[in-house]
């Protein structure tokens, strides 16, 4: 026969002797704790594949349709911290080029520089366009940005014929 001490259904009941003890409690206590461990897991795993800083899942690369566009960015950013845009028209550019970024794209970035400088800018109801000297190869633009809204941002780039490329982008507050 087996000891009170040693019976497995006794084991977990709340009891008042040598030590005050409620077993309900108790485990909720380590489920709660289960759970943290998973989320500490996951935060950790996010954090080494790059969703906070440089890592496998922090960059991206946006295609046109016709791969004449690319668009190269970091998937995650923070609000108000400077970031990096490439575009590469891959299209031979014996004629200048341009580029139109979507109103939602202007709207969540301030655009601080834009490498090499283009020829003419312009604003208007389907965003802001952007056009540039020919250079008889391919084309590379480096678009220096500050994300001023949060969370997810979303937008397209496109050339004036092409078609575009969709961005997506978690902003950090």
Partial sequence: MLADSDD???TWESRSYPITEDMGLQRVTWRV???GWVVLAIVTLAALLGAFSEGPLSSTTATGADGQLEVHYDRFAHHDAGMRMEIVLREDAARQATIRLSPSLTR???IETIHP???EESDGPDGQTYVFKPTG???RIQIDLRPRQRWL???EIATADGPP???TMFVYP
């Fill in 8 to 10: 497995p259904e006794k």
């Fill in 33 to 35: 704790e289960r759970a």
């Fill in 108 to 110: 969540g970035f301030s």
């Fill in 117 to 119: 400088a283009p020829a």
């Fill in 137 to 139: 190869g391919p084309l």
């Fill in 153 to 155: 941002l979303r937008g």
């Fill in 165 to 167: 490329a969709a961005v």
